[in-house]
Each structure stands twice: as C-alpha cells, then as structure tokens.
C-alpha cells in the first residue's frame, strides 16, 4: 500500500490516505510480520553470542547496570525472589507463563526460554513500531527504514540480547503510540483505551504515564479519569493474583521509597551527560567503557555514561551527525502536521518529555533505560517525512541505519569480549569457588 500524503494551503501535512485499490491491511500485516520474523531471528543470534556466565552471581550488573540474574530467576523460577514486582506490577505473571510456555513447545531449557522470549518480544516491538510509522503516513518503505534504524540501534542490540523487561516495556508504549495513530484516524475506543493503559503500566510503573497520557489528551478529564482509574483496577486485580501465584512478589501500590536513593545518584554524571545517553547513546553506541563494581569478587561493569557521542568508531561519529539532522527534521515535520494530529503529537512529546524528566534525576546507567525511549525517539525523528527535507529523508535514515549497524555491532562484539576476558581470570573464579555454597553475594539492588 502506498499512502498519498496531500498538504493543506497553510502548507500542513494532512491526513494520510490509501491509494485506490490498494489492499493496506493484508500488505501491512505481511511486511510487518516478516520485520517480526527477521528482528526475532536477529535478536536469538545477538542472544547466542552472549556468554551464559551473565548470569552468575559475580557477574551482576556487568551488562550495563541490567540485573540479568534477577531477571531470568523471576522468569524461569516461581521460588526466587519476585520482589521487584513493585516496580515491575505484573511482569512475573506475564513472562513466567510465557518462558514455561516456549519451553514446553520448543523442548528447550527454561533458560533458552526466556531468552527465546525476549527474541519474541523484540520481534513484536518491531512490527507495532511499524504498524505505528504506516499508521501516521509514512509510506511503506520509509516506514520499514526507520524500523531498521530501530532494529540497528544500540538499544536493540544490547538489550535485546540478554533477558530482560526492557523490550515488553517497550512493547506496551508502542502499543499507546499506535493506539494514538489509530485514533487520529478516527479509530478511537475508549475499551481499547483502558486495555492500551493497563499495558503500559504492565512491566514498569512509570511507563504508565504514556497510558495515562493518551486518557487525558482524548477524553474529557472525567471521563479520562474513570478509565485511568479502570486500568489500574484490571492492573491491581492482576498484581494480586500474582502474589498468590509468587508469594514472594511485591506489590506496586504500596510504593518503593527506598526507590530514592537512585535519584541524582552520583555515578550518573552530570545533566548533560543524561541527555546525551538519552538522546544519542541509544541509537549509536559510544566508546565502552568499564566501572569496577567496588565489591571484591564482583567483575567490573560496562558503563557509556561519560562517554562523548559517535566515540567508538568513525562509522559511530558520522552515524550520530546524521541521527542529529534527522532529529531536527523531526521537529519540523511535526510542526507541520495537520491539526487532526494535535492528540497524537501530544501523546508522543508528553511521554518522551516525561521519560526524559525521569531519567533526568533517576538511575545510575542512564543507557539502561534506552528502550524505554526507542519507540519515542525513532517515531519523532520518522516525522521528518512531513519536512520540507523529506526527499533526503529516506537516504538519511538508511545511512544512519547502515553505519549504526556497523558501530553498534563491534561495540556489541566488545562488550562480549569483556565478558570473556573477565571469565579468564582464573584466580578470580578460585576466590569465587573458595566462597563456598554459604558465601554471600554482596549485590546492589537491581533498577526499574
């Protein structure tokens, strides 16, 4: 299907429309799901290159902060420790079913499972994004370009690759984006309204502000505040649920104040070097870089928080010169969106303003959370399309997609030689085994 995108005499871009004959739906769902099939193909390949000894206890938040050890326990044991449901509301009773579901059919261990289901997460971030970029008016192949910037960036790369909550939760905030497009599009249900809500308040509690979000700016502020309400009714019913399926689940809404002490924690530089690990870091990988843990017997954790954009390779640099330019082309594509998109506009800055507030002030590795901002990041740049740059636009995105690829790749490569150096430091793994069964783990607490 190729959308035709007219332009009002003010010179806004209007409301995209299919071609007659066109068959949009069947041509869609075929090309989104086969950039599913080959996201998840690539994400299992990134998962196979991962060296399994992630997920020993002395290799704790090696991966960037991530707590792959807590993680995968939660996804493939009903006796670990579910705690950090509080912060994750129901991710234990929406990936524990799933991992023992893949097992069940492919044969393969618990542990295979869950990887091959973050695959499958990966791949269905994916073909929602592109359901999203179609649903705006980007004509299929740029939509597909930008889906492969997406697929490309580092974000992807490096968190797509171990098992981890960041690419549902990038799942239920695309879910909000594309329900915004649909609704532009005068597809709005306020049934679905209250699904896409309590989806976004699923695996991390403050992605609930783009639910909450897309309420208020479609709805009058009654209305919006019953179905906000209902959504966290379905989300509470579940969380309880689950506690009596994991007793040793915590319960979001009874708070997490010892959640404090991660706000403006001193590891995380400066402001600007937030911004820079949020806006950039994302999409192309900088220099590497490594923390020691502080612990004895705990390796020494990769960290990209002081490091200055485009610096792992001349790929790198160029790469997030043109990131850049697409950006601010973003901005003025937005700008000229017609007046039927106000709501959708409204949707993706508020949350993109609300994740980066938040990442202003919370976390240690600011890189951690890059997943969390794909889905927002790449649908601002992708509006681009509606600038007076747009016949440069998909030449842009898919250099930027070709040279991140490449960057983020040997900086993928880098960070599992780390992992491999550091299980070749025999007198480490001697002290490790000297510890015994009864040793204590000392262990900061994981991050949302």
Not at 86 to 114: C, D, F
Not at 190 to 200: C, G, M, P
Not at 401 to 420: D, E, I, K, Q
Request: proline content about 6%; glycine content about 6%; hydrophobic content about 50%.
């Amino acid at each position: 299907m190729t959308s035709v995108v007219s332009t009002t005499p003010s010179g806004r871009t209007s409301a995209p429309r299919a071609e007659a004959g066109a068959s949009p739906v069947s041509l869609n769902l075929a090309i989104a799901l086969a950039l599913a099939i080959a996201a998840t193909v690539f994400s299992s390949y990134l998962c196979s290159k991962v060296d399994p000894e992630i997920f020993k206890p002395y290799a704790d938040n090696v991966w960037f902060h991530a707590d792959t050890k807590r993680v995968l326990e939660n996804m493939t044991d009903a006796q670990s420790s579910h705690l950090r449901n509080k912060v994750h509301p129901i991710a234990s009773l929406i990936t524990y079913p799933l991992v023992r579901t893949v097992a069940w059919l492919t044969g393969s261990s618990p542990s295979h499972a869950a990887l091959h289901v973050t695959a499958l997460s990966a791949g269905l971030f994916t073909a929602l994004l592109y359901g999203t970029l179609v649903a705006i008016g980007l004509p299929i192949r740029v939509a597909a370009a930008f889906v492969l910037l997406a697929g490309s960036s580092a974000a992807s790369i490096m968190f797509s690759s171990i098992p981890e909550l960041y690419p549902l939760g990038a799942v239920s905030m695309t879910l909000v984006l594309l329900a915004a497009a649909r609704a532009a599009q005068g597809r709005f249900s306020e049934t679905s309204l209250v699904l896409v809500s309590a989806a976004s308040l699923s695996m991390t509690v403050t992605n609930w502000m783009a639910g909450v979000l897309y309420a208020f700016t479609h709805l009058p502020w009654q209305q919006a505040l019953k179905r906000t309400a209902q959504a966290l009714a379905i989300v509470v019913v579940l969380a309880l649920l689950q506690k009596a399926l994991f007793p040793t689940s915590g319960l979001f809404f009874l708070g997490a104040p010892e959640e404090s002490r991660f706000i403006a924690h001193r590891e995380s530089g400066s402001l600007a070097d937030r911004l820079v690990a949020m806006f950039m870091h994302g999409i192309v990988l900088p220099e590497l870089r490594t923390v020691s843990a502080g612990e004895p017997f705990i390796w020494d954790r990769l960290s990209v928080q002081s490091s200055v954009p485009g610096s792992h390779s001349i790929a790198g640099a160029l790469a997030s010169v043109v990131w850049l330019v697409l950006l601010v082309a973003g901005g003025i594509g937005a700008a000229r969106m017609a007046p039927q998109w106000k709501r959708f506009r409204l949707v993706l800055f508020g949350a993109l303003a609300g994740q980066v507030l938040l990442h202003s002030i919370y976390g240690e590795e600011t890189f951690l959370y890059s997943l969390h901002l794909l889905p927002f990041l790449v649908t601002f740049a992708a509006l681009s399309w509606f600038s007076p740059m747009r016949r440069f636009v998909l030449p842009l995105v898919l250099m930027t997609s070709v040279l991140a690829l490449s960057n983020n790749l040997s900086g993928f490569s880098t960070a599992s030689r780390h992992l491999a150096q550091s299980v070749g430091e025999r007198e480490r793994m001697e002290r490790v085994a000297a510890l015994g069964p009864g040793g204590v783990w000392p262990r900061p607490p994981g991050e949302v």
